[in-house]
């Protein structure tokens, strides 16, 4: 499909003052205790987009950083910022001082506003990044945003910025320690509500969104934000997403449309009253490879069939994946229409089906990093390598092998720790594994497997002795992890994914 938006465009006025428009009366927003429709939304952040310009001194470009979980009020304010012609910095609500000071810089900050509970660490880092001179909290039911924004009138003309002005920096969660900041446009968001919602997704106006990313994560503000809103649907907030929580946030708001990683549908699944999910009928995975075992978990339990997603921070949002019908174990799935994807060699010359390389993307979400130097790495000849290893079939579905780091190369094998990962899954005593390549003398790296165990198991030689042959008989022999550790937990990023890198720089 092509994608034409006006020269002209303001992401809040077609995402939010359009439905609004249409259909003031109906809900946007629900939070614990809240319940915000279209036109609540619209006139709060009309309000605040006063605020910005009349007593915060905004002008158009400035940069805003925004702080906070996903609350109406964070929603607010970040159309906000849009219509006053601002640029949002969406920050993860767990930062410490020192990472919103890098990020304070690289982008250029000059405004925050935060949520209340998390306005200390701001502050502090605010005493190590100059450029932040204003900053403003804001509470469901006060804090200085709001008594100011409730003297402002309830309508707005917004800046009428160009498609292709910047609206969103965000940074990667960083699985390599670094965050990287990613430029997007105004129209990047609506590009990402018109192709992957669109055409594989598939909501309609009476679902109830609900997940666990906050929308600094922009597979959150994609799926929690600008995906129901875009089609005049609801979304339920919740301050934090861990499964007990959803499991809760689900059952109270009825939602039918989830949005979380695979280790959050496992949990879900493990619940013992896996009846507070029956509301549910559409769940999308992203953030990491889906093991064929949790997608068979999901069905058995919910008997919903899950719609896997590759997306990234430099594209916005997902790029390859497959609705219902079209899934399939182990696949990620197809180019999402709108996306061209392919896999190349290390000379970028395209490769055959059914051979692994680096996946390259194109879009109308490409990537453009604060960073020059690393713009050049990432986008070769127009495509954007996305640090992927992938191979896709005759089908052109492709299939996940690992983060082209994690690809462990033994005896000359080379071995991609998320198979891994995904056979030890399917055995009933791991919760949780994380793969990783050490070095070794005879084999150069031998694969090594960190376990989590599920309860009522022990670990010990025995279950070691199980669990390499276990695997040895789902995948090729040669992949088993010849060394296994027990741990309570595996190190992660904010957004969930396994830090594998820490775990490679432990003395074997
Ligand atoms: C990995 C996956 C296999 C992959 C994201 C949906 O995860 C998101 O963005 P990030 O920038 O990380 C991107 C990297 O994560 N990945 C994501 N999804 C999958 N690997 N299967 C998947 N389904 O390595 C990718 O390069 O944090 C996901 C929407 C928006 C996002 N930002």
């Known amino acids: 499909p092509e994608?034409?938006?006006?020269?002209?465009?303001?992401?809040?006025?077609?995402?939010?003052?359009?439905?609004?428009?249409?259909?003031?009366?109906?809900?946007?927003?629900?939070?614990?205790?809240?319940?915000?429709?279209?036109?609540?939304?619209?006139?709060?952040?009309?309000?605040?987009?006063?605020?910005?310009?009349?007593?915060?001194?905004?002008?158009?470009?400035?940069?805003?950083?925004?702080?906070?979980?996903?609350?109406?009020?964070?929603?607010?304010?970040?159309?906000?910022?849009?219509?006053?012609?601002?640029?949002?910095?969406?920050?993860?609500?767990?930062?410490?001082?020192?990472?919103?000071?890098?990020?304070?810089?690289?982008?250029?900050?000059?405004?925050?506003?935060?949520?209340?509970?998390?306005?200390?660490?701001?502050?502090?880092?605010q005493r190590d990044a100059p450029s932040l001179t204003t900053l403003r909290s804001f509470r469901a039911d006060g804090g200085e945003l709001l008594a100011l924004a409730e003297t402002k009138p309830a309508d707005f003309t917004p800046v009428e910025t160009a498609s292709d002005d910047v609206a969103l920096i965000a940074f990667t969660s960083g699985t390599t320690g670094q965050p990287k900041g990613c430029l997007h446009f105004h129209r990047n968001l609506l590009a990402i509500c018109d192709t992957f919602a669109r055409h594989v997704l598939r909501a309609s106006a009476d679902d109830v969104f609900i997940g666990s990313p906050p929308f600094a994560f922009t597979f959150g503000l994609g799926g929690l934000l600008l995906f129901p809103l875009r089609i005049g649907a609801s979304a339920a907030l919740l301050e934090n997403g861990a499964p007990p929580k959803l499991a809760e946030g689900i059952r109270t708001f009825g939602a039918t449309v989830c949005f979380t990683a695979p280790t959050s549908y496992r949990m879900l699944a493990a619940l013992p009253d896996p009846g507070v999910l029956r509301t549910l009928r559409k769940c999308v995975s992203a953030g990491e490879a889906l093991p064929a075992a949790t997608r068979e978990l999901w069905r058995q339990v919910t008997g919903i069939e899950l719609i896997d997603g590759i997306g990234s921070t430099e594209l916005l949002h997902i790029f390859i994946s497959a609705d219902e019908e079209h899934a399939r174990p182990g696949c990620t799935g197809q180019a999402v229409p709108g996306f061209q994807a392919c896999v190349l060699d290390e000379e970028g010359r395209p490769l055959p089906p059914g051979q692994p390389g680096r996946l390259a993307v194109k879009g109308p979400t490409g990537c453009l990093y604060l960073d020059d130097e690393r713009q050049k790495n990432y986008v070769q000849d127009g495509w954007n390598i996305t640090g992927d290893t992938y191979l896709m079939d005759e089908d052109g579905y492709f299939v996940y092998q690992a983060r082209s780091d994690d690809m462990i190369i033994s005896s000359g094998y080379n071995i991609a720790a998320p198979e891994v990962e995904g056979a030890l899954l399917s055995h009933p005593a791991v919760a949780e594994c994380a793969v990783v390549g050490v070095p070794d003398e005879l084999r150069g790296q031998v694969v090594k497997a960190y376990v989590v165990l599920n309860e009522s198991y022990q670990p010990g030689q025995a279950l070691t002795c199980e669990l390499q042959t276990f695997v040895k008989a789902v995948i090729a022999p040669y992949k088993y992890p010849r060394r296994i550790e027990y741990r309570d937990a595996l190190p992660k990023t904010a957004t969930g994914k396994l830090q594998r890198f820490l775990l490679r720089q432990e003395p074997t």
């Open 3 to 125: 994608l034409q938006y006006p020269a002209r465009l303001n992401a809040a006025v077609e995402l939010l003052d359009r439905q609004a428009q249409q259909h003031p009366e109906r809900v946007a927003l629900l939070a614990e205790g809240q319940r915000w429709t279209y036109g609540e939304l619209q006139a709060r952040s009309n309000q605040i987009a006063h605020v910005l310009r009349e007593d915060l001194g905004l002008v158009p470009g400035n940069r805003v950083l925004l702080h906070g979980p996903n609350t109406p009020m964070l929603a607010a304010c970040w159309f906000a910022i849009l219509k006053a012609g601002g640029i949002v910095v969406s920050t993860m609500p767990l930062l410490r001082a020192p990472e919103l000071v890098k990020i304070i810089g690289k982008a250029r900050v000059s405004h925050a506003l935060s949520d209340a509970s998390c306005l200390d660490t701001l502050l502090q880092a």
